[in-house]
């Protein structure tokens, strides 16, 4: 029957729901904050390989808890390692986070750059404007980062260190440097 199958079927959907959910929640708190933040593509993935596992212990009937346990585990400890890593290992943060992409730098839309990023300088208008910035003139750079995000930056004085350190910005034949 669609609608019911059996009471049995019921109580262990929710037992395991619950003990899945707490082993989940307990290797979470665990391996730290860091595990759930969607702060690149790759954390999205993990994020959502998660919930897959969670889905998939409550609902079939073919995995157990303990291999559920397992599965968190061994997504939550790949995670801990390449984050890890990546924190230590410029070339495996490169590989695994990307870099942030200057879009708009004083006054000028750097155009290769939109179009490797697809995005379009419409899309830029609106960032500055959900800035709170109200003319182009007062931005020094638009900044798509490694989670999808904009960046506005206000225009600055001279005397002050830029948070655009770690932002390549293209020249005039789009060969990376930085700025």
Same mark, same amino acid.
């Given at each position: 029957m669609i609608l019911f199958d059996?009471? *049995?079927a019921i109580w262990r959907t929710g037992i395991l729901g619950v003990l899945a959910y707490a082993s989940l929640v307990l290797l979470l708190r665990i391996s730290g904050r860091r595990t759930l933040s969607k702060m690149n593509a790759f954390d999205l993935v993990v994020t959502v390989a998660l919930g897959s596992?969670?889905?998939?212990?409550?609902?079939?009937?073919s995995v157990t808890l303990s291999q559920g346990v397992v599965a968190?585990?061994?997504?939550?400890?790949? *995670?801990?390692?390449v984050t890890w890593t990546s924190v230590r290992v410029r070339w495996v943060r490169r590989l695994v986070t990307g870099e942030p992409a200057l879009l708009f730098y004083r006054g000028d839309y750097l155009s290769q750059a939109l179009k490797h990023a697809r995005v379009t300088e419409a899309e830029i208008r609106?960032?500055?404007?959900?800035?709170?910035?109200?003319?182009?003139? =007062?931005? =020094?750079?638009?900044?798509? =980062?490694?989670?999808?995000?904009f960046s506005v930056v206000q225009r600055r004085a001279d005397d002050e260190a830029s948070s655009l350190s770690d932002v390549v910005r293209p020249g005039p034949h789009e060969a990376p440097r930085h700025v």
């Amino acid at each position: 029957m669609i609608l019911f199958d059996s009471w *049995q079927a019921i109580w262990r959907t929710g037992i395991l729901g619950v003990l899945a959910y707490a082993s989940l929640v307990l290797l979470l708190r665990i391996s730290g904050r860091r595990t759930l933040s969607k702060m690149n593509a790759f954390d999205l993935v993990v994020t959502v390989a998660l919930g897959s596992t969670l889905a998939s212990v409550i609902l079939s009937k073919s995995v157990t808890l303990s291999q559920g346990v397992v599965a968190f585990g061994l997504l939550i400890g790949m *995670q801990f390692v390449v984050t890890w890593t990546s924190v230590r290992v410029r070339w495996v943060r490169r590989l695994v986070t990307g870099e942030p992409a200057l879009l708009f730098y004083r006054g000028d839309y750097l155009s290769q750059a939109l179009k490797h990023a697809r995005v379009t300088e419409a899309e830029i208008r609106a960032a500055i404007r959900a800035s709170g910035v109200s003319t182009l003139g =007062e931005v =020094e750079a638009v900044v798509l =980062e490694t989670d999808g995000s904009f960046s506005v930056v206000q225009r600055r004085a001279d005397d002050e260190a830029s948070s655009l350190s770690d932002v390549v910005r293209p020249g005039p034949h789009e060969a990376p440097r930085h700025v």
